[in-house]
């Protein structure tokens, strides 16, 4: 069998024998058809029969059910079923910790018995044990293993892409830089959070929703955290200050010379729109604005 029939291959006729096609690195449901001392064997399509070992067998499991499983290459390069979730999954991006290097590569844990190699030719850097990397899950042309990719440039969306003002998309942070900080967008292309419009704590690997801020004529794409659609006016922000001012006795630890973080510790919204909001109230006389925070007026 050639790759390219691997990877044309869909778990969505499972249930219809002669129409059977397993997806090696995915999720497939598969029918039990022989039970052994050491596990049972699953309709495998054009695998023939799949092993999925007894520690992995649910309690009470007969021949005929249909079972979620994933489907690998055990350290034989044979095709095996798991019902452990892998961290991810073939064609995604992912956060892992090399857990050894050798000549061989880097091999990471990405929750399967059968740790996930990252040859020397696709680590970006030389990666070192015990560190986390981002890496693209790929399948080998020669062989079908699954292996990864720090290179992730070159497995992102070259297409021109086609998102929205303020449209929500889901992130995964790569990267830091001078600017801020690099998320890949719904899998497939990248982005950068300016530091000005992160009011949260962010780390790399994590995965939280987002928003397109504007894709440039470049095509590069900014992001933000808050919907940009929803951002309050200056005006608008006035009431929650008073409000938060009101919660914490009439005194806040922040000012206009305050840093973005500290005052993402009370409101998620920009420093140039906190100004703006503390400016307008001190001019009504509303708040008075001391050394070392802002007080409510009496």
Request: glycine share 8%.
């Amino acid at each position: 069998m050639t790759n390219d029939t691997i990877s044309e291959v869909s778990g969505s006729d499972n249930a219809d024998a002669s129409n059977l096609h397993v997806k090696i690195g995915h999720w497939n449901t598969l029918k039990i058809i022989r039970e052994k001392g050491f596990g049972v064997y699953l309709e495998g399509g054009q695998y023939v029969d799949i092993l999925l070992p007894k520690r992995y067998v649910p309690k009470g499991s007969q021949i005929g059910d249909l079972l979620d499983v994933f489907i690998y290459l055990d350290s034989n390069d044979d095709v095996i079923a798991t019902t452990d979730k892998p961290k991810a999954k073939l064609g995604e991006f992912a956060c892992l910790k090399a857990e050894e290097v050798n000549q061989v590569g880097a091999f990471l844990d990405w929750g399967l018995p059968k740790q996930l190699l990252v040859p020397f030719s696709e680590q970006k850097v030389r990666m070192r044990q015990g560190q986390y990397y981002v890496v693209y899950l790929y399948q080998e042309d020669r062989n079908w293993r699954i292996v990864a990719s720090s290179k992730i440039d070159k497995y992102l969306d070259s297409r021109p892409p086609s998102y929205d003002s303020g449209e929500e998309v889901s992130l995964m942070i790569t990267d830091r830089t001078d600017i801020g900080y690099m998320a890949i967008i719904n899998n497939h292309y990248q982005g950068v959070i300016f530091h000005n419009d992160i009011h949260q704590p962010v780390r790399m690997g994590q995965k939280l929703k987002g928003y397109i801020k504007r894709v440039r004529p470049d095509q590069k794409i900014d992001l933000c955290l808050q919907n940009p659609k929803s951002y309050k006016s200056a005006g608008d922000f006035s009431d929650q200050i008073i409000e938060k001012l009101k919660e914490h006795d009439g005194f806040l630890p922040i000012h206009d010379k305050s840093t973005p973080e500290e005052i993402s510790k009370y409101f998620k919204t920009s420093k140039r729109v906190f100004k703006m909001a503390i400016g307008g109230l001190y001019k009504s006389r509303q708040i008075v604005i001391e050394k070392d925070g802002i007080r409510l007026a009496d």
